[in-house]
C-alpha cells in the first residue's frame, strides 16, 4: 500500500441511520476481507470489506484498536 494506506469510502457503524452512512477513510491494512485496519477521525478501527458491494464497513463503536 502506497504510503501507508489508500483512502476508501466506508460505511461507518456510528453513522447508521443517518441521510449519507459513509464517509472516507484510510485503510492502514487489509489481510483479508474479514481482517481490515481503518483510519476514521485520527483513530484507527477494526473494519470488514464486503466485495459484494465494494464498501468496506467500519466498527467505530466497538471496534477500537488502543495503542
Do not use: W
Not at 469510502?9 to 453513522?15: F, L, V, Y
Not at 474479514?34 to 477494526?46: C, K, L, S, W
Amino acid at each position: 500500500m502506497p504510503n501507508g494506506g489508500f483512502d476508501a469510502t466506508a460505511m461507518i457503524h456510528s453513522r447508521k441511520g443517518m441521510d449519507i452512512p459513509t464517509d472516507t477513510v484510510t485503510i492502514i491494512e487489509h489481510r483479508d476481507n474479514n481482517n481490515v485496519v481503518a483510519e476514521y477521525n485520527g483513530q484507527r478501527y477494526t473494519a470488514i470489506f464486503n466485495p459484494f458491494v465494494c464498501l468496506y464497513y467500519v466498527d467505530d463503536i466497538y471496534g477500537k484498536i488502543s495503542g
